[in-house]
């Protein structure tokens, strides 16, 4: 057991002998456990150099050696789910060195990626979505064993259920491998349940229940007797009744740090035809004490920076001015609910849901509901908060579209994570929502500029009558004083931040600071217009009339976004100026750090600046006459 996260390399003799999948069959199942207590110290190591999640993967070292030893990988396929549990999969197949990359600039991705490696055989970093991408591969690859591993957190989501009724309908020939490490399913440990667990996943049981299937299915009633006797019986000491009703065979639940009774089980049902699913039980943060003792805490962790340490900012996350402001509001307006689909911590609602328990809903891994549960909630009267990230909100778009919108009901959404958000990469990232929001009728869309403003438009976009939204970044502000007092902004309008001549950006959100510095450098304009929809057009006008150039500026996706609302409101109302849009482009954002992203795309200040200065140049290049180079 570890308490420290080693700062200089462990001896690993065994591990640095594993450098695909197939070294790893050539082991004696004796040495297993040893490769496990050398690929825990690994792990913990080379996440201390570079950041990231680990809890998660420090909980399935068993079993990803296991599944490694018993499946003929990369032609049987493993497909996991969410993938922060996948860095000990990394390292066995082939990506050991590579690890100390990780969450880097050019290095390993924090997650399963299809161009990484062969073995990773499905992209993913939103949860539930393993069981429906091993059936497709089961019902597609011919004779190759699938397996899908699934946490009992993201078992909670309607897409995991849709999938499992699925697999049984089309009895495909696949494992779901239920990785319970929350108790959320309660299992019914003890002697019983262990032995009848050995017994429902040996070879003879097995061979027997397909025997007796074989010739009890010629006697209707007798068949439906013994299957019906054989539910039940393991429905008294286990909780797999609900997987034996969907078509699934069941085998658990069993300890998943056995690494002797893993191997056994996964040989057994390797080889058993049908839908089938293992449930395990581990421990989240498994070999290292401080994680074991808080597994929430120690989901990911920090780079470990040698001393001096850089001083710690003081600066507000913009998560924590949203749950200062929930709570604020709670106070005075008693049918505030506060909803979040498992995102409790991340977004900012500790305090709330401690203070106002009766008003919170963690719904778990259920986006579609939470939107839908605030739908309803409105329709009484009450005013819910759906707090929920830019990019898991796109998994509840019908929701978002027909369930709030078309009926113009009174939900507020605080959406997080809008833009960039470095190390977790494409997967993660908030590239989107001013795009897919902007195109719904009834909606406001606010996108703050600062601290303060985000608190201020929360407060006015929830004492709109109607579905708005408030979009901010990861990470802290720019510095902003946050007044303690809340007041409604006006809906639609913008300020202007800085008057100058020859260009006027309009910026929309948190990149104000940054187009603040190239406007003082340009002598430039600079107009905060703190609202996508409705658009400030007034103040559009007021700035086309003075200045040769338009700048739009936002973290989201040009196509569609911010810039194209100012565009298309320039051309219904048939004035013609120019326009310069400047955004993410049409492409997934790799993982790096966010400064590193944002000059990647060009809104650094340096890019944002060169962006400028050639349009600029440009358009005095075409009224002279000639054509810049």
């Not at 909980?59 to 030893?69: C, F, P, Q």
């Not at 707090?387 to 898991?392: D, E, N, P, R, V």
């Amino acid at each position: 057991m570890l308490n420290e996260i080693p700062t200089t390399r462990p001896q690993t003799p065994l591990l640095e002998r594993i450098n695909a999948p197939a070294d790893l069959r050539l082991l004696d199942e004796k040495e297993l456990p040893q490769l496990a207590d050398e690929l825990r110290a690994f792990l913990l190591y080379s996440v201390g150099q570079t950041g990231g999640h680990f809890g998660a993967g420090l909980g399935v070292v068993e079993l990803t050696i296991a599944l490694h030893y018993i499946y003929n990988t990369p032609e049987d396929r493993l497909v996991w789910d969410v993938g922060h549990q996948t860095y000990p999969h990394k390292i066995l197949t082939g990506r050991r060195e590579q690890l100390l990359t990780m969450r880097q600039a050019g290095g390993l991705s924090g997650f399963p990626k299809r161009d990484e490696s062969e073995y990773d055989t499905f992209g993913v970093g939103h949860s539930s979505t393993s069981i429906s991408a091993a059936l497709g591969m089961a019902l597609g690859g011919g004779d190759r064993k699938c397996a899908a591993i699934i946490g009992d957190g993201a078992m909670t989501a309607g897409m995991a259920f849709e999938a499992l009724n699925h697999a049984a309908h089309t009895d495909a020939d696949m494992l779901v491998i239920l990785n319970d490490n929350n108790m959320s399913i309660s299992p019914n440990v003890g002697g019983l349940a262990t032995y009848l667990s050995k017994i429902w996943g040996s070879k003879f049981y097995n061979s027997l229940r397909e025997g007796s299937k074989q010739v009890l299915t010629k006697i209707p009633s007798a068949w439906e007797f013994a299957k019906r006797t054989e539910e039940h019986f393991k429905g008294f000491v286990s909780p797999g009744t609900l997987f034996e009703e969907m078509g699934f065979n069941y085998v658990g639940p069993i300890d998943g740090h056995d690494m002797s009774s893993l191997v056994r089980y996964l040989r057994n049902l390797r080889g058993v035809k049908g839908p089938k699913l293992l449930h395990i039980i581990t421990q989240k943060g498994k070999g290292f004490e401080p994680a074991e003792q808080d597994p929430v805490g120690y989901h990911a962790l920090n780079k470990l920076e040698p001393a001096p340490k850089k001083p710690v900012s003081n600066r507000p996350k913009y998560q924590d001015i949203f749950g200062r402001w929930l709570c604020d509001m709670a106070a005075v307006e008693p049918r505030l609910f506060g909803i979040t689909p498992a995102m409790c911590e991340g977004s900012g609602m500790v305090e709330f849901a401690r203070d106002y328990p009766e008003r919170f809903y963690d719904v778990a891994i259920a986006e579609q509901h939470a939107v839908t549960l605030a739908a309803g909630l409105a329709c009484e009267g009450q005013k819910p908060v759906v707090a929920i990230y830019s990019t898991f909100l796109q998994r509840a778009y019908d929701q978002l579209i027909h369930d709030v919108a078309l009926q113009n009901l009174d939900v507020t959404f605080a959406i997080d994570r809008a833009g960039l958000v470095g190390e977790d990469g494409a997967t993660h990232a908030g590239s989107f929502d001013i795009t897919y929001l902007r195109c719904i009728p009834n909606m406001v869309i606010a996108a703050p500029s600062d601290e303060n403003e985000c608190r201020q438009l929360l407060y006015t976009c929830y004492q709109h009558q109607g579905p708005s939204a408030v979009r901010y970044p990861r990470g802290r502000g720019p510095g902003a004083e946050v007044e303690t007092s809340m007041h409604a902004l006006p809906i639609g309008k913008g300020a202007i931040k800085r008057e100058g001549t020859g260009a006027a950006i309009l910026c929309f959100g948190t990149l104000g600071k940054v187009a603040r510095r190239v406007a003082d450098k340009l002598g430039l304009t600079l107009c905060d217009m703190r609202f996508v929809k409705p658009l400030d057009t007034q103040l559009i006008d007021a700035m086309q009339k003075r200045h040769k150039l338009l700048v739009t500026l936002e973290e989201n996706a040009i196509a569609g976004g911010a810039g194209s609302a100012v565009a298309e409101y320039l051309s219904a109302a048939g004035i013609v100026t120019p326009l310069l849009q400047l955004g993410l482009a049409d492409e997934f954002v790799s993982h790096a750090s966010q400064a590193d992203q944002m000059a990647s795309q060009g809104l650094d200040a340096q890019g944002i600046e060169r962006a400028i200065d050639q349009r600029l140049t440009q358009l005095a290049s075409l009224e002279n006459g000639k054509l810049a180079p």
